[in-house]
């Protein structure tokens, strides 16, 4: 692990909480324990002044109050959302930003209206190749003053599964999860769901504000561009065995027969397989994978039985993915710290 952590991160810290990882055990997190990432302030929002706006290049610019959107046809979707720094204390050299160790992820049934069907409904010009979400929550960062945005490709939108949503586990968003409305676009990084939506704009190229420009790309240097960061690689997560020690969170576990369970999830491929290493990632064995009840956006549960002999061990688990994305033994680098799917390692005492 990197060096302390400063007094800036900490700040950031103890306002964006992570998924502490026993609560890998639900299919579905619990609302208030799924992992939270807010750049600036949750906004202050009245339902009752509040508009959807949409327009650009559209036939029919539309202004919807969440009532509206309400009525529209509605979907509910079991999205695994992981913040696109997860990982990022395990890189070296140290990246100063929210300090993410590994439960910045949670899953939640989503239910809202599918964008592509609105944006059909409203008319797409032809001349549109790109669609904004605009956010009410406003900040400085990098030194621009800006409200939260973040593009996709109109391609993305009517081939994909994104939809506004407007509650979570079956209750209204809360404040700090985007009420009244947000995007969720399944298999991506968190960054391009969009919370507290006030306006969808279409287009006719790429939009370059901060969030796409700067933030969100693997780049080695600062002053290159890099490449923007899409769908979430390959990863999983165990539910720590036995119980805790309390400082260093390293475990105790009796000897014998300990089941280890996790979940696996990618956004590319569907997860085609788990592997689980007792000795540090030296030898590998496969897991038991369980159905995809959840459907394709969800995390994978997975199981290993493991006869724990007594002394010191190192538990890693690894995905792999359809499209052959495995996960990494060694944390991959870059400015942001993004991207690092590098495996967990759990530090375990067994005891007679
Ligand atoms: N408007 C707005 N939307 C946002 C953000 C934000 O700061 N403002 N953070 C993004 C990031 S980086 C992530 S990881 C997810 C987190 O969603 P959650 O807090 O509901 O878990 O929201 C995304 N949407
Ligand atoms: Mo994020």
Known sequence: MGD?????????????????????????????????????????????????????????????????????????V???????????????????????????????????????????????????????????????????????????????????????????????????HGYPLRLVVPGWYGMTSVKWLSSITLLSEPFDGYQMRHSYRTRQHEDELGEPITRMAPRSLMVPPGIPEFMSRSRVVPAGLCELRGRAWAGESEIAGVDVSTDGGKTWQEAELDDDALGRWAWRAWRFTWDADPGDHELCCRARDGAGNVQPLEAPWNVGGYMNNAVQRVAVTVTE
């Open 78 to 176: 079991a999205v695994t959302m992981e913040c696109a720094g997860n990982g990022r204390v395990h890189v070296e050299p140290h990246v100063v930003s929210q300090p993410w160790l590994l439960e910045a992820v949670g899953t939640a049934r989503w239910r809202g209206t599918p964008v592509a069907g609105l944006l059909e409904d409203v008319g797409i010009r032809g001349d549109a190749v790109e669609v904004l979400f605009t956010g009410l929550d406003r900040g400085v960062e990098g030194g621009e003053e800006q409200a939260y945005a973040r593009s996709l490709p109109l391609s993305e939108i009517l081939a994909g599964d994104a939809i506004l949503a407007y509650a979570v586990n079956g209750v209204p968003l809360p404040p700090q």
């Open 4 to 76: 302390a952590i400063s007094v800036e991160e900490l700040q950031l810290a103890a306002r964006n909480h992570g998924m502490p990882l026993e609560a890998l055990r639900w299919d579905v997190t619990p609302i208030g324990l799924h992992y939270l990432l807010t750049h600036y302030d949750i906004p202050d929002v009245s339902v009752h002044s509040w508009r959807l706006e949409i327009g650009g290049l559209v036939e029919r610019s539309q202004s919807l109050s969440l009532d509206e959107i309400r009525t529209r046809p509605s979907v509910e």
